[in-house]
């Protein structure tokens, strides 16, 4: 009887692939550079690695994403990072564990009239520690910032995310899904 869930997991794991196939690196980039509100705000994916754990984005000073007083506007500046790591951490961790944003706080320092650009970065490090936290099925909570800063390398902005991680057979959010090509480990 054991034998029919695990088969029937494998069979819809193979369906949605086939559906909706797994993202790799290059399409990943390719598929959040044509995401309509980053194209809309003049966001680019300059660089991704997910198994490096880099990402450097910029964003173009433009008329779609200017406010109101002709600076960056300050949504964008924060969508320009939002993502990156938790797909960062869910690749590399795997799919054994469960990643979510928990919570994120943006600081303006300066107005943004031109280009900026925000590098994030995970050290192989930082992956470690995470596993040693979470060995025992506690939930770990991680915090990063990231600096946009413009061409010129003034400060901007200062994001700070919190992210949930929990190994995924101690967390209620067992379902969650990734298209993202992710090391597999049983």
């Known amino acids: 009887m054991s034998v029919l869930p695990t088969n029937l997991e494998t069979l819809k ?9 797994l993202l790799t690196p290059h399409l990943l980039k390719l598929r959040l550079n044509t995401y309509a509100p980053y194209i809309g705000a003049s966001i680019k994916i300059d660089h991704i690695s997910l198994d490096q754990g ?9 008329t779609l994403n200017k406010n109101i007083v002709g600076t960056q506007f300050g949504g964008s500046l924060y969508s320009m990072v939002d993502p990156f790591y938790m797909l960062m951490l869910m690749h590399q961790l795997g799919s054994n564990y469960v990643v979510w944003d928990k919570s994120s706080h943006i600081d303006f320092i300066a107005p943004g009239n031109s280009k900026v650009t925000a590098r994030m970065k995970i050290p192989s490090t930082e992956v470690i520690t995470i596993q040693e936290l979470a060995k025992d099925g506690e939930a770990v909570f991680r915090e990063y910032k990231v600096d946009i800063v413009d061409d010129q390398q003034k400060l901007i902005a200062t994001v700070t995310k919190t992210l949930y991680i929990r190994l995924r057979k101690y967390s209620k959010s067992k379902e969650q899904a990734s298209r993202i090509e992710t090391p597999h480990t049983e």
């Open 13 to 21: 794991r193979r369906a949605k692939q086939s559906i909706m196939p």
């Open 54 to 62: 880099l990402c450097v984005v910029s964003m173009g000073l433009t």
